[in-house]
């Protein structure tokens, strides 16, 4: 006795949700694949962005070479102690500059032509972006990574450099989408340059990139533990200083207190959310 089969029906909203998923991804694949081919025709921009952290490494490195044992505490090398400031700082500084493409893509009259295009979403534009910068922080984190451990810093494990990538992948995340939320706010490539110029140094000596939190004024412990870069950076060289590390395990010193290591990634997830929410709103005026 046969029996009929009765197909599963699609409906059509699944239809158009499945093919503006795959547009999606098209565009902001072809959009990536661009930032790519420049950057192949223009190399020198990754190189400096590789070579300028390991001559943090070297230079500061030898700076305090003779420094006192256990002026840090614990044993610690300086080396040590400094690769992970330099990881999170390099990863940050690219990150800052994410805007700068864009905005000269406007200044050239070239997102005019994206934004007239039919595209099925425009925040293709700001994908392709965030996954080119997140990339290139990869490549600058590994480059770091090999370097520190010749130089004596050690490796981490495999747990510990995948929690090293999920760390800068946060912090890269989060400064991405705000500084593209710059590009399409503020008027010209010049602002943006004024504005990371203004930015990137003073919170660097304003985390624990290159002294520990103990060594600061009141004032500036204060807003190193406000800062999102010292939220990276600590867990980063936990993991290099603590084979057994765990999420529970107490991860850093703020002015107000230890956290966790899984409390400092919420930490840096919250900031990325905070920086979603308030950019999104401008982008959707913008793509109007």
Do not use: C
Request: hydrophobic fraction near 55%; aromatic fraction near 10%.
């Amino acid at each position: 006795m046969s029996q009929s089969i009765t197909q599963p029906t699609v409906s059509p909203n699944d239809r158009a949700n499945d093919r503006f998923i795959g547009e999606f991804v098209q565009e902001t694949l072809a959009l990536t694949t661009r930032l790519f081919i420049q950057l192949r025709r223009r190399p020198s921009s990754l190189a400096a962005g590789v070579i300028q952290p390991l001559m943090w490494l070297v230079l500061f490195g030898a700076l305090f070479y003779k420094a006192p044992e256990g002026l840090l505490g614990g044993g610690i090398s300086y080396g040590k102690f400094l690769a992970p400031g330099v990881i999170v700082f390099t990863a940050f500084s690219g990150a800052l500059n994410a805007g700068l493409p864009v905005m000269f893509d406007r200044e050239f009259g070239f997102l005019n032509r994206l934004l007239v295009a039919p595209l099925s979403s425009r925040f293709s534009i700001v994908a392709a972006s965030t996954i080119y910068i997140i990339s290139l922080a990869l490549i600058q984190t590994a480059t770091i990574v090999v370097a520190s451990a010749l130089l004596g810093a050690g490796l981490p494990g495999i747990g510990g450099l995948g929690a090293i990538a999920a760390i800068v992948f946060a912090i890269v995340f989060g400064v991405t989408a705000l500084s593209l939320g710059l590009a399409f706010a503020l008027p010209g490539h010049v602002e943006l340059i004024a504005v990371i110029f203004v930015t990137n140094l003073p919170l660097l000596f304003a985390s624990t990139a290159l002294a520990p939190l103990d060594f600061m004024a009141d004032w500036l412990q204060i807003v190193a533990s406000l800062n999102p870069l010292t939220y990276a950076i600590e867990p980063i060289r936990y993991i290099y200083t603590h084979a057994d590390w765990t999420l529970g395990s107490s991860a850093m010193q703020t002015a107000w207190g230890s956290l966790s290591f899984g409390t400092a990634m919420l930490v840096l997830v919250g900031f990325d959310t905070l920086v979603v929410v308030l950019v999104q709103p401008l982008l959707r005026r913008r793509f109007a």
